[in-house]
């Protein structure tokens, strides 16, 4: 599906623009959760063995090198499998243990929400670590900050508090989360006036920072320097009239000039709207899920797939949200069958 962001600058601009959203058919949210559940039910259809109340505690290796097994606590027991074929791990990323964050991520302390599961908690990373594997790219995160739907908000324009834009407001969210992060002191409103004003859906409490019937009065209860916001406004909404946005690119679909009073500022400053991120960093693969070394050399019998492998969104600016399924289903099925072929 279109997920909204896919024609914005500046990537437009150097590849043709294409679908690459993908959510299971659900009304609602919760599509995520109809998707495991399918393929869960599938794969137990299958025949595969599922054990429950277990938790994997480290990678077994033969004298040659190789994965040869696991150590696992099984309902409070301590067991030990052996892996004729391979071990894919396959156990999130480490968004939630906020000791490897600090580690590897710290920015990603910035954001307190964690979008994983609860069990994030770089398991299947370390497990991969202590036997050589190589973990890359792992300072990258993705984070978001929503603020649409409604998509009307999309028209509004981001500032910090020089009074400055800094990115262009139909970019990807998670990119435009990360320009709000990099701010200075992290502080960023969105401005927006009566004609495109509304809550956003997934944090409807929303702080309106500032409100005013001039731009000139929202600068002043923002504490900006004078004329700072004002002259920002005035230039973006001098160039929207025209359907043009020559320093941020923002397509004229979305330009709208400011103008209809009231006006107001929504807060997405660090306190008054928490961000969600989870990381991107993890071990490094082939594209058959074979896990390399430190030395670009595959470990015999390990492959990692979804978060636990560091798959193609790697980059906390780019886009994260329908390529990490493919790091789970496409790349978790090619880890699959090659171990199938060992």
Not at 11 to 20: E, V
Not at 24 to 42: E, I, N, P, T, Y
Not at 220 to 226: D, I, R, S, V, Y
Request: net charge neutral; aromatic share 10%.
């Amino acid at each position: 599906m279109w997920s909204g962001s896919e024609q914005a600058w500046p990537f437009s601009a150097a590849a043709r623009p294409a679908p690459r959203g993908h959510a299971a058919q659900f009304d609602g949210w919760g599509a995520g959760k109809v998707l495991m559940a399918s393929l869960s039910a599938r794969a137990l259809a299958l025949g595969a063995v599922a054990h429950y109340s277990s938790r994997v505690l480290a990678l077994v290796v033969d004298q040659a090198g190789a994965i040869a097994g696991i150590a696992v606590r099984i309902d409070g027991a301590l067991r030990f499998v052996r892996a004729r074929r391979g071990v894919v791990l396959c156990a999130g990323g480490f968004i939630g243990n906020r000791e490897m964050v600090g580690q590897y991520a710290p920015a990603a302390l910035r954001c307190p929400q964690l979008v994983s599961g609860g069990n994030d908690d770089g398991a299947g990373i370390r497990m991969g670590i202590s036997v050589g594997a190589a973990a890359i790219h792992m300072d990258q995160f993705f984070a978001t900050l929503p603020f649409f739907p409604p998509e009307s908000l999309v028209k509004g324009i981001f500032v910090n508090q020089r009074g400055s834009r800094f990115i262009n407001e139909d970019a990807y969210h998670g990119r435009v989360a990360h320009y709000v992060l990099g701010q200075p002191g992290g502080r960023a409103w969105l401005l927006v006036d009566n004609g495109i004003f509304g809550r956003p859906m997934i944090h409807p409490d929303i702080t309106v920072a500032a409100a005013g019937d001039s731009w000139s009065e929202v600068e002043q209860e923002l504490g900006m320097p004078t004329g700072a916001l004002v002259h920002t406004v005035e230039e973006f909404n001098r160039h929207a009239a025209a359907g043009d946005d020559p320093y941020f690119h923002k397509a004229a679909t979305w330009l709208r000039p400011l103008s209809e009073g009231p006006f107001a500022a929504l807060s997405y400053c660090p306190d008054d709207m928490p961000a969600h991120a989870f990381t991107l960093g993890g071990l490094a693969t082939l594209p058959d899920g074979r896990v390399l070394d430190t030395g670009r050399q595959p470990i015999a019998g390990l492959y990692a797939a979804g978060r636990t492998a560091c798959g193609l969104p790697r980059w906390g600016e780019g886009y994260s949200s329908g390529m990490s399924l493919g790091d789970s289903t496409f790349f978790g099925r090619m880890a699959g069958l090659h171990a199938a072929a060992r």
